[in-house]
Nanobody, 127 residues
Framework: QVQLVESGGGLVQAGGSLRLSCAAS????????MGWFRQAPGKEREFVAA????????YYANSVKGRFATSRDNVKNIVYLQMNSLKPEDTAVYYC????????????????????WGQGTQVTVSS
């Protein structure tokens, strides 16, 4: 069973950058499609980004497109979310999620289709 652990969150001023990491243990991540979600206080969990097993396909929410980028290193078993030009509205707990797939190019956009989740990491953007 894969276990996911996020890191890299913190407090940053608006316009700043952070890089989140999602490290996996227990099994290789190379057969898993990965996703990033976030949840702000009082709001529902929302999709941020997704990446296919090999990393050749990615997809982003409109709210982060052009500012965030997800990538993965299947040798190191880590998935990244680079967040640039951060805004106060990006403040949330960020979660990574995994779903094992048999195909390489598929990505998953909905939270209910993922069956493995990390514990989350807090990102706070001050104005």
């Amino acid at each position: 069973q894969v276990q996911l652990v996020e890191s890299g969150g913190g407090l940053v001023q608006a316009g700043g950058s952070l890089r989140l990491s999602c490290a996996a243990s227990g099994r290789t991540l190379s057969t898993y499609a990965m996703g990033w979600f976030r949840q702000a206080p009082g709001k529902e969990r929302e999709f941020v980004a997704a990446i296919s097993r090999s990393g050749r396909a990615t997809y982003y929410a409109n709210s982060v497109k052009g500012r965030f980028a997800t990538s993965r290193d299947n040798v190191k078993n880590i998935v990244y979310l680079q967040m640039n030009s951060l805004k106060p509205e990006d403040t949330a707990v960020y979660y990574c999620a995994a779903r094992e797939l048999s195909t390489d190019w598929n990505i998953i956009l909905t939270s209910y289709e993922y069956d493995l989740w990390g514990q989350g990491t807090q990102v706070t953007v001050s104005s």
